[in-house]
């Protein structure tokens, strides 16, 4: 895994919190996948990625994110994203994709 | 006594050549950033352009390699020039394992809002990705 980034995983009954901090670029963006990967497996109802201490975020790691959506969606999970950074919500309504994510700024 | 950075006089070259490996992506991004500051970027324009030598480098590379990234940053009184060249070690720029559509959509979105003029030119043994960014720009 990078070192620029940590993931952290929270389960509460059939719903998981995926807690990432720091850089998600090319490198670590396979760490992310690998993790949404193992969550989804699970057979969660709910998955929820906790972005607000992501730093930096690229195109690998908004596809990860759509394929784990397209993956939550197939098997009747939801999917949502936390997000409070301007910086980041700018990148998701770049590509269109704030209407494709259920976003949030907070986990309540 | 705080000085006001102030934009360059003449253009300035800097240029980096890494090997191609995504773990040394954010060299690039490192550089850029210092240098869109020094040119008197703000700080959205910082930030906007540390995505897009990002996304510049992911387009370059594309799964190519093993090879190296050349990258040369050009700063001018009120813009950025930035281009990335992946040159094949074997000498074939092929991709043998490209970037999925969506990824290379997603990058070609983000350059397309982020800078003001963008283009990518794959070679024999090589592949050229460069953008422009100018200050004070309106993001779309």
Known sequence: MSEDVAIDEEDVGSASIV?????????????????????????????????REVTFLDSSALGVLVGALRRCRESDCQFKLIID????????????LNSVFDIAESRA | MTEETKPVATAELIELSIPAIPELLSLPRLTAAAVAAHIGFDLEEVEDTRLAIEELCLAAFD?????????????????????????????SAES???RDKLAAELTEQLLSALVDDHGTDVELGSARAWFKKARGRQDA
Not at chain 1, 27 to 38: F, I, N, Q, T
Not at chain 2, 68 to 84: G, Q, T, Y
């Open chain 1, 19 to 51: 807690t990432v901090k720091g850089e998600i670029d090319v490198a670590s963006a396979p760490a992310l996948r690998s993790k949404l990967h193992s969550v989804l497996g699970d057979g969660k109802s709910s998955v929820t990625v906790d972005l």
């Open chain 1, 85 to 96: 950074s301007p910086r980041l919500l700018k990148i998701f309504e770049i590509t269109g």
């Open chain 2, 63 to 91: 799964g190519r390699g093993p090879g190296r990234l050349r990258i040369r940053l050009k700063a001018l009184p009120n813009a950025l020039e930035v281009a990335c060249t992946f040159q094949a070690s074997d000498g």
């Open chain 2, 96 to 98: 043998p394992n490209p």
